[in-house]
């Protein structure tokens, strides 16, 4: 339970952190203003369609008499718009990091140099940056929207579907935004997307204490901008402590991990 609370200060270390570097900071909210325009656009698209969508895909209703027709699609009609932002708030991530690699990859490399060790650098050109995280962010969405469907079917279950579901929605939803902002860091360090996933295992509890204070955060409307910097920052840190545990400057990552 140590590593739950441990997580989450990681978090509140990298909040502090931009905020005692305002240049920083603002640098690091560009990509997230940009991306929140187009979230904020799709999730308006969904729900002004997603009762429409429900009527086409549930034609089969069309005869049945009130108050079924109606109790059936209300609930897909939640179901679908809840679905779309657990999607939103796991995406949102993957694509503000694809749009703010550079920055990013700036803000993360600041923080390590003004925690002093060594500042470690990929070394590759950013279009093969780019290319990395992109494809990257693909394989990681596959297996959150593997999750999704899962939770999306479960969610008709009566009272657990209303109440633990949404709960391990929320955990995933965390795992795997941890997953990709200690990824900036980790991928500087050499290490592929399966390896991240393995290092990350490792310490669930960590990741999660990391993870969910931050996804429940991005519930809220234009939080997960403002966090984002500090995000960045604090995954920077625990990536910091996770592989260099003596703070020695050396990453203490098995050698066949490396890419």
């Known amino acids: 339970m140590n590593d739950l609370g441990a997580g989450f200060g990681y978090l509140m270390k990298g909040q502090r952190w931009v905020l ?110 780019l290319w990395i995280s992109a494809r990257d962010s693909v394989r990681i969405l596959l297996r959150v929207a593997l999750f999704g469907i899962a939770l999306f079917a479960c969610g008709f279950i009566p009272v657990v579907g209303q109440t633990v579901v949404p709960a391990i929605g929320i955990c995933v939803s965390g795992y795997f935004l941890a997953e990709e902002l200690t990824g900036v860091a980790l991928q500087r360090r050499g290490l592929h997307l399966k390896k991240r996933l393995g290092l990350l295992r490792t310490r669930r509890l960590l990741v999660l204490g990391f993870g969910v204070p931050l996804a429940l955060s991005f519930l809220v409307p234009f939080v997960a901008v403002f966090l984002m910097p500090g995000a960045v920052a604090g995954a920077t840190l625990l990536v910091r402590d996770l592989v260099d545990p003596t703070g020695s400057g050396e990453t203490a990552v098995p050698k066949e991990w490396a890419a």
């Open 20 to 129: 005692g570097h305002g240049r920083w900071f603002g640098f690091g909210l560009l990509p997230g203003l940009i991306t929140l325009v187009v979230y904020a656009g799709a999730l308006i698209g969904l729900g002004h369609g997603a009762d429409d969508f429900v009527g086409w895909a549930t034609p089969f209703a069309d005869d049945w008499s009130s108050p079924w027709i109606g109790l059936l699609r209300t609930t897909l009609t939640a179901l679908v718009f809840v679905f779309g932002l657990f999607l939103a708030v796991i995406t949102f991530t993957a694509v503000t990091l694809l749009v703010g690699q550079p920055f990013y990859e700036s803000l993360s490399e600041e923080v390590e140099r003004s925690e002093g060790g060594e500042v470690h650098e990929s070394g590759l050109p950013l279009w093969r940056e």
